[in-house]
Nanobody, 119 residues
Framework: QVQLVESGGGLVQAGGSLRLSCVGV????????MGWFRQHPGKEREPVAV????????YYADSVKDRFTISRDNAKNTVYLQMSRLKPEDTAIYYC????????????WGQGTQVTVSS
């Protein structure tokens, strides 16, 4: 199994920056795609940024392009989300997700970290 532990959320003023981290624990060698999702109150969870294992393929939601950057360090089993020029509408719970293969294709989610952007 793979477990994910997130850190780095908090309160920041609009225009500020935060960096989220997510470290995988367990059968991490089986992880491939990793990414970040977020959930606004009363809304469905939505993808923010996703990266392939090699880092050669990335996806960004239109709303965060040119402001957020995803990166990963496979040696540390960690994925990061650098968030800049934050806006109040970025306020949400951010979740880390990892896809991995262990006898079958599986998905792991982190516990979520709150990001609050004040205006």
């Amino acid at each position: 199994q793979v477990q994910l532990v997130e850190s780095g959320g908090g309160l920041v003023q609009a225009g500020g920056s935060l960096r989220l981290s997510c470290v995988g624990v367990g059968r991490t060698s089986s992880m491939y795609t990793m990414g970040w999702f977020r959930q606004h109150p009363g809304k469905e969870r939505e993808p923010v940024a996703v990266m392939s294992r090699s880092g050669g393929s990335t996806y960004y939601a239109d709303s965060v392009k040119d402001r957020f950057t995803i990166s990963r360090d496979n040696a540390k089993n960690t994925v990061y989300l650098q968030m800049s020029r934050l806006k109040p509408e970025d306020t949400a719970i951010y979740y880390c997700k990892a896809n991995y293969y262990l006898d079958e294709f599986r998905t792991a989610w982190g516990q979520g970290t709150q990001v609050t952007v004040s205006s």
